[in-house]
């Protein structure tokens, strides 16, 4: 493989795919140990896909209305 197909395949993952970093990231390694191991040639590529991201979570919150709900339907006070 050429770093452009590499970094095509990398990339593909992130965008088309969706995939978490860490199995793009298990992608990478896996070619690297191809390479090394298998090949016996070193990875010698630049590789600049465009990395997989984070999803950004923005967390749940009760209202105050929903928490006095919660609250008043509690009857112990543990």
Do not use: G
């Not at 965008?15 to 090394?36: C, G, I, M, P």
């Not at 630049?46 to 967390?59: H, L």
């Amino acid at each position: 493989m050429w770093a452009k197909e590499v970094e095509d395949f990398l990339t593909s993952l992130a965008v088309d795919k969706k995939v978490a970093s860490s199995t793009q990231n298990q992608a990478l390694n896996a070619l690297v140990f191809l390479y090394r191991e298998v090949l016996k040639q070193p990875f010698e590529y630049q590789v600049d896909a465009i990395r997989s991201t984070k999803p950004k979570k923005i967390p749940v919150v009760l209202s105050r209305h929903e928490v006095k709900s919660v609250l008043a339907q509690l009857k112990d006070t543990h």
